[in-house]
């Protein structure tokens, strides 16, 4: 950091003035976390000159000796890790990861995705409109029933009727268990390929705090970045069920990432994949992954107490969904008001939102980056306290109807959140706590 204060004082002034922003304030994003030197240091390494076009031990280039003993050991830890069969570790993130998974398996302009809509907590690469998904591929979506559960007699009967090609089980915004014995009775009705995206909770999986996906589905895709605790990355593995479906599923997956979609891995990834994947192999991860989840429950009681409402009425995993509408409040401007506080979270849709997504009427958290720190139940009392205490102070501030109002409103309500006391105070209040709890 020294020598880049030489060559470049304006970058490693942001990069300073942005590790002190997250120590002294509250993750609650819940697909952000916090790497361990180790991810972090591995991820500035000499890898980052390198150049390793193909898979290990068949590359275009060469000087890849050691780029390749990298891959290796990231492949079989993540083999051994989640019980797979094959493993890509190349995909740059989790949508290039399922853009491969679908152009290996499916015929654009024909076959059929079916997964949870975007609104109420799928991922846009699971069949929305507006993504590649929607516009390459046809897409049926599956929702909610009335507590926020997956309906499986709904997803039947709608997998039945459409006859899917991929079935996708695994969100962006969903805080149960997942019922992948469910899913997989579906998938084997309509003859589907059934792909698990964990990259929410591939942390939660390996630690033991959620159930595996491995022996239910033919696919596993997940980021590697959130209750993983790894680099910005992403992972595609192919189960021993998936073989015997397909027995070419994993060439055709690894032909879809290189060179169906990308050119040479960033193999400065691949190592902080190896690297966390390594830690999330030890006991002491195990524990990590069971106190996110004692923690989002412990948070998701506290807030309940405190008259909040929660989609599907709690949680299972890190991660928690608030609908704002019974505190007259709108997720885009608790999200603001939260981060003036010191608590970073994101507006989110609620099931059936009569809101735009713009202006969402909840917002999404998460325990994963708050539990790296050190936090436990006794903290997250505290936590969901300030987050009363902020939200109550903006909840006089309907939202205008009319769309073209809504710009000078919420410039005014940011200069008016900007000079509140009560929510400077509570920001102070969180910046002296937070230094009971370095970053890594």
Known sequence: MNNLKKIDPQIFQLLKLERKRQQDTLTMIASENHASEAVRSTLSSELTNKYSEGYPK?????????????????????????????????????????????????????????????????????????????????????????????????????????????????????????????????????????LADISHISGLVVGGAHPSPTQYVDIIMTTTHKTLRGPRGAMIMVTKKGLEKDPELAQKIDKAVFPGLQGGPHDNTTAAIAVALEEASTSAFKKYAQQVVDNAKALAEELSRLGYEMISGGTDNHLIAL??????????????????????????????????????????????????????????????????????????????????????????????????????????????????????
């Open 58 to 194: 068949k590359r275009y280039y060469q000087g890849n000796t050691y780029a390749d003993e990298v891959e290796l050991l990231a492949i079989n830890r993540a083999k051994k890790l989640f019980d797979v069969e094959h493993v890509n570790v190349q995909p740059y993130s989790g949508s290039p990861a399922n853009t491969a998974i679908y152009f290996a398996l499916l015929t654009p302009l024909k076959d059929k995705i079916m997964g949870l809509s975007l609104s109420f907590g799928g991922h846009l690469t699971h069949g929305s409109p507006v993504s590649f998904a929607g516009k390459y591929f046809k897409t049926v979506a599956y929702t909610l029933n009335e507590k926020g559960l997956i309906d499986f007699k709904q997803v039947e009967e709608l997998a039945l009727a459409e006859r899917p090609q991929i079935i996708v089980c695994g969100y962006t915004a969903y805080p149960r268990t997942i019922d992948f014995k469910k899913f997989a009775a579906i998938a084997k009705k309509v003859d589907a390929y059934l």
């Open 323 to 440: 609908n704002l509408t019974n505190k007259n409040v709108n997720g885009a401007l608790a999200s603001y008001a939260l981060e003036k506080a010191g608590i970073i979270t994101n507006k989110n849709s609620v099931p059936n939102d009569p809101m735009p997504p713009f202006y969402p009427s909840g917002v999404r958290i998460g325990t994963a980056a708050l539990t790296t720190r050190g936090m436990k139940i006794r903290e997250m009392k505290k936590v969901a306290n300030w987050m009363d205490r902020t939200i109550t102070q903006i909840n006089n501030y309907p939202l205008p109807e009319k769309k073209e109002d809504r710009g000078a409103f919420f410039k005014d309500f940011k200069e008016k959140v900007n000079k509140n006391k009560e929510i400077k105070k509570i920001a102070e209040e969180i910046k002296t706590f937070c230094k009971e709890y370095p970053l890594p």
